[in-house]
Structures are given as structure tokens and as C-alpha cells.
């Protein structure tokens, strides 16, 4: 908001309030109307088809402590362990190595085309290993893993190469 509205008002508002400040209560109540309506048409829409926005996921999140997390690191041995556990969940919901065509991966996601897209599995098989939401596109599936992924990708990789041996 910072930068753009300062900007408008400096150059617009201020020096031209003088003759036009109609047109600044006009351009005010549009916008105060527009901020009613976007309101309660989208609220509507929520709750008529029950939207999935942000927060209202039907998972529930759990907040861990640093501790937590080293502990859980602890009891699995080691933390590649978990990436290895992560990417044999997803290669298996992936409907498993032959089904794979090519893997690639951005920030945080991992992109992943496969051959037959029938055989991959629903979302809830990705998110039961720890994804935070997929993105289809016929054979193009992009699984949100988060900034971990690349290590996720690394045994990923691994995975498919040994099972297509």
C-alpha cells in the first residue's frame, strides 16, 4: 500500500484538491463501497461452496518447538532419513519409478511429469507424507514441499534411478 498511494496523493490529491475534492469523496465511497461488496459476495461464496482459502484447510496444523523437532530428528536416526521416507511416499503415490518421466524442482516445489496420469494416486496420498498441497495439470503434478525440497528431490532422484535398474 505504501509506495503507490503516497505517490497518488502527492501528485494528485494535494495539489488538486482545492478545485476537485468532490471527486476525492466520490473516488472514497466507491472504494469503501467496492471493500463491501468484494466482502460479502466472496464470504457468500465461501461458505455456499466451502472454498478451501488459506486457513480453513481441513487438516489440522500443529505448531512444534525447535525441541520437538531435534527430538524427532533424534528418534528417525538421522534428518535425510525423513527425505528419504518423504520421497519414497511420493514416488509410491506416483504410481512408482516406471511411471516416472522427468523430476525437476523449483523454491519449493517439486515438478514431476509421469507417463500415465491414472496411475498416480489423490492428494491426500501426498499430503499423508508431509506435501502441503498439489498442483495438476494432466502429467504434470507439482507437489508443495517447502524449502526442503531439494534435499527431497536428491533421494527422490535416487529412488527412481535404483528402482528403474
Request: hydrophobic share 40%; net charge negative; with cysteine.
Amino acid at each position: 500500500m505504501g509506495g503507490g498511494l503516497i505517490e497518488i496523493i502527492t501528485k494528485n490529491w494535494i495539489p488538486m484538491a482545492a478545485n476537485h475534492w468532490q471527486t476525492y469523496v466520490i473516488q472514497v465511497g466507491v472504494g469503501l463501497a467496492f471493500i463491501l461488496v468484494y466482502f460479502f459476495v466472496f464470504r457468500f461464496l465461501i461458505l455456499k461452496f466451502d472454498f478451501k482459502t488459506p486457513g480453513r484447510a481441513d487438516d489440522e496444523v500443529a505448531l512444534f518447538t525447535k525441541a520437538d523437532y531435534k527430538e524427532k530428528n533424534q528418534e528417525s536416526g538421522h534428518e535425510d532419513e525423513l527425505y528419504h521416507d518423504q520421497a519414497l511416499g511420493f514416488l509410491e503415490a506416483f504410481g512408482g519409478a516406471e511411471n516416472i518421466e522427468n523430476v525437476n524442482n523449483c523454491a519449493t516445489r517439486l515438478r514431476v511429469s509421469v507417463k500415465e496420469e491414472d496411475k498416480v494416486k489423490n492428494d491426500d496420498a501426498f499430503k499423508a507424507w508431509g506435501a502441503h498441497g498439489v498442483v495438476r495439470n494432466k502429467k504434470y503434478f507439482q507437489i508443495i514441499v517447502g524449502l526442503n525440497v531439494p534435499q527431497v528431490r536428491e533421494s527422490f532422484d535416487k529412488l527412481v534411478d535404483e528402482n528403474k535398474k
